[in-house]
């Protein structure tokens, strides 16, 4: 198999690590590395507690004094990551292909400073990088077997 569609080194399927679950071809690893778990916590700082406890998400009014990384599980789709892998190579050619070159997408200091430190590579070709998104419970299982594009 091409490097390209390889899976990523740090991949429980890649090191024949257990998975506490697995379903439909997907399976939600915990992570118990300290440099990524520090990472995602550092991905979480908030400068601004004005800016937690709103929102669509906020089941009820409540004081809060910051996030904490508690718990954190990478879900691995053998399928899904080919399919990501295929659309940005097609990206990859897209572009050559018709010479455009992308302008850099800014993602704030410390979020991009703090992602660093997650594991894998972005690839800067088709302005790959870290965000953050929030979603409803109910729906991390369809998003983790369909990807978000579905």
């Not at 089941?59 to 691995?76: D, I, K």
């Amino acid at each position: 198999m091409e490097e390209r569609f390889s899976l990523p080194k740090y991949w429980a399927a890649k090191l024949l690590g257990p998975s506490v679950s697995q379903s439909d071809d997907v399976s939600f690893v915990p992570v118990i590395d300290d440099q990524t778990l520090g990472a995602l916590q550092a991905c979480i700082l908030i400068d601004n507690l004005d800016w937690i406890g709103w929102g669509r998400d906020q089941a009820c009014p409540a004081q809060h004094s910051g996030l904490e990384v508690v718990t954190a599980w990478r879900v691995e789709h053998q399928a899904q990551w080919m399919k990501y892998r295929a659309e940005q190579s097609k990206m990859r050619a897209d572009l050559k292909l018709s010479n455009l070159k992308l302008q850099p997408v800014e993602v704030k200091k410390p979020l991009s400073t703090a992602s660093k430190d997650l594991p894998g590579e972005l690839d800067e070709a088709v302005n790959e990088v870290f965000l953050l998104h929030g979603t409803d419970p109910t729906k991390v299982l369809q998003i983790a077997r369909e990807g978000l594009n579905e």
